[in-house]
């Protein structure tokens, strides 16, 4: 069975880090592009960043040069690093698994399977 598993959100103080896991069963993350995205309350969900099947790597403007996508292919896992986090950057986090091996949108409906999410909080 494919699924998903998120992992390490939590809350944090502003200027803090995180390190968010995307854990893969039943197929291979080398291959496909994957997604990380983020839904805040009552705001849409938007994409954050992206690693393509051959490791390129996609980021929102709002996180460029402070979040950092990879992948570990021997353990079958995505990681979202998030440095220098922001109030605006509290949000639930999913990491979904994109229909081709490109990172060519954000296109909720381009992303074939997702995970249950994991709250990220940043709050003094």
């Known amino acids: 069975q494919l699924q998903f598993v998120e992992s390490g959100g939590g809350l944090v103080q502003p200027g803090g880090s995180l390190r968010l896991s995307c854990a893969a069963s039943?197929?291979?993350?080398?291959?496909?592009?994957i997604g990380w995205f983020r839904q805040a309350p009552g705001k849409e969900r938007e994409g954050v960043s992206c690693?393509?099947?051959?490791?390129?790597?996609d980021y929102a403007d709002s996180v460029k040069g402070r979040f950092t996508i990879s992948r570990d292919k021997a353990k079958n896992t995505v990681y979202l690093q998030m440095n220098t986090l922001e109030p605006q950057d509290t949000a639930v986090y999913y990491c979904?698994?994109?229909?081709?091996?490109?990172?060519?949108?954000?296109?909720?409906?381009?992303?074939?399977?997702w995970g249950q999410g994991t709250q990220v909080t940043v709050s003094s």
């Open positions: 039943g197929f291979q993350l080398a291959y496909n592009a």
């Open positions: 979904a698994l994109h229909r081709f091996p490109d990172c060519s949108s954000y296109e909720g409906s381009d992303y074939l399977y």
């Open positions: 690693i393509s099947g051959s490791g390129r790597t």
